[in-house]
């Protein structure tokens, strides 16, 4: 890994935990959201009976990706210290190296094998990191494609509770707007993440 990628692969950290906090702004807005449906759906009571389940299944999979991304955001903050541990292999092995090209000796040639092996240990970390961090990042990819299927579900029940119509429409609106945002989101995080792999090798 050059100067250049060590310096870039943080600037891709930084911005993966600055999506995070975008997306748990989404999702805690969809809790909410939740819970201001389920309100509306009492107070239209029958014409709304449709859309009372569908606000529980908004309260449970918003609840899921506040617990996922929360739980992504502490491996962010671990796999930046897992990165600052690996740029920091990586200086002393190439130091090590050029070292290596001006004299050559027993415990020199002993130090870069251990700054290799070091260097190839904290890169190993990083990668497995890597692929937990994608791997929570398609979990909520699933629980999106779910809410896209709730809003437009919600958007039928919504058409039949006459006078509350108008709010639960607003509500399937803001659904999808969120998983949109929250997809969108996750996909550039997906992207860093796929191009920080690539420096590593």
Request: hydrophobic share 45%.
């Amino acid at each position: 890994m050059s100067d250049k990628n060590i310096v870039d692969s943080f600037i891709r950290v930084a911005r993966i935990i600055a999506n995070l906090d975008a997306i748990l702004a989404e999702a805690k807005n969809l809790s909410l959201t939740a819970k201001n449906a389920r309100v509306v759906a009492l107070r239209a009571g029958d014409s709304a009976s449709g859309f009372k389940p569908i606000t529980n299944f908004i309260d449970e999979f918003s609840e899921q990706t506040i617990k996922t991304t929360t739980h992504i955001s502490t491996l962010s903050n671990q796999l930046f210290k897992i990165a600052l541990e690996a740029v920091r292999s990586t200086q002393f092995d190439l130091q090590v190296g050029q070292a290596a090209t001006l004299a050559s000796t027993v415990q020199l040639a002993a130090l870069q094998h251990k700054a290799k092996f070091e260097r190839q240990q904290q890169t190993k970390k990083l990668e497995v990191a890597l692929l937990e961090l994608e791997s929570f990042f398609e979990e909520i990819n699933k629980q999106m494609r779910s809410a896209e299927y709730i809003a437009v579900t919600s958007r039928v029940e919504a058409s039949n509770a006459g006078e509350f119509s108008d709010s639960l429409q607003s509500v399937s609106d803001f659904i999808a707007c969120a998983a949109k945002t929250i997809k969108q989101s996750v996909t550039v995080n997906l992207n860093e993440i796929h191009t920080l792999r690539g420096t590593l090798h």
